[in-house]
């Protein structure tokens, strides 16, 4: 049977926990998942190793020099989805507090978002995608399929992700967490490239007062509801 291809964007604000339920639902029609945010770290991972960060600043020039030799793609398999720079898996690396300090200021770059599009193209062609991110329903696939937008209060999402923090045995502190979450929300929707924006076709999910079975239930519906039963 001739597989169709389909694009699911899920968009939404940092720690709504998009991508715990993007996994979820990839894994139950088998659709490849993809975390677009996981290259905007990979990008800032590369600059601060190669110096290219340095006080308190970015050296763009340089960054958009050296940026074509950075080699970055996912391994897909049980455990999940990991991002890897040539032969280093740096999925634990791109997830640590000083990344995320730097990513949004990273990602909001004309030519670090042309840079990760393409490569987020490449990964897709030919299949079904699932991709969460800022921008997929509106700049990187305004034609997909269907379109979520996630969100949730604030004071949640701080603590979901300090939560996840904790388990990971990162240090950070509660305060911390909501900081860099507000500092990133503010950056990620007013930036002049592709702010972040709720595509104006898509199901909109706050997902504040819902468990994850819950959020995997409406998006399972949505799906069925639209493409039919998938197998
Ligand atoms: O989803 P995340 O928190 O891992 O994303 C990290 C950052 O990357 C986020 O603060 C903004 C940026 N990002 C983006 O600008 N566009 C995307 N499609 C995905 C992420």
Known sequence: MKVPDIIIAVDGYSSTGKSTFAKLVAKEFAFLYLDSGAMYRGVTLFAMEKGFIADGKIDEPALKAALPELELHFQHGEAGTFLWWAD???????????VSGWVSP????????????????????????I??????????????????????????????????????????????????????????????VSPLRQPADAYVLDNSDMTLHEETVWLRGLIQGKFGILE
């Not at 280093?88 to 000083?98: G, N």
């Not at 599009?117 to 079904?128: K, N, P, Q, T």
């Not at 937008?149 to 967490?177: C, I, M, N």
Request: hydrophobic share 35%.
């Open 88 to 98: 280093r898996c740096i999925e634990k690396k791109i997830r640590t507090m000083e």
């Open 106 to 129: 990273i990602s909001a770059i004309g030519f670090v978002r042309s840079w990760v599009d393409e490569r987020l193209h490449a990964f897709s062609e030919g299949g079904r995608v």
């Open 131 to 192: 991709m969460d991110g800022r921008d997929i329903g509106t700049t990187v696939f305004p034609n997909a399929e269907l379109k979520i937008f996630v969100t949730a209060d604030p004071k949640v999402r701080a603590q979901r992700r300090y939560d996840e923090l904790v388990a990971k045995g990162t240090p950070s502190t509660l305060e911390e967490v909501a900081k860099n979450l507000s500092e990133r929300d503010y950056i990620d929707s007013h930036r002049e």
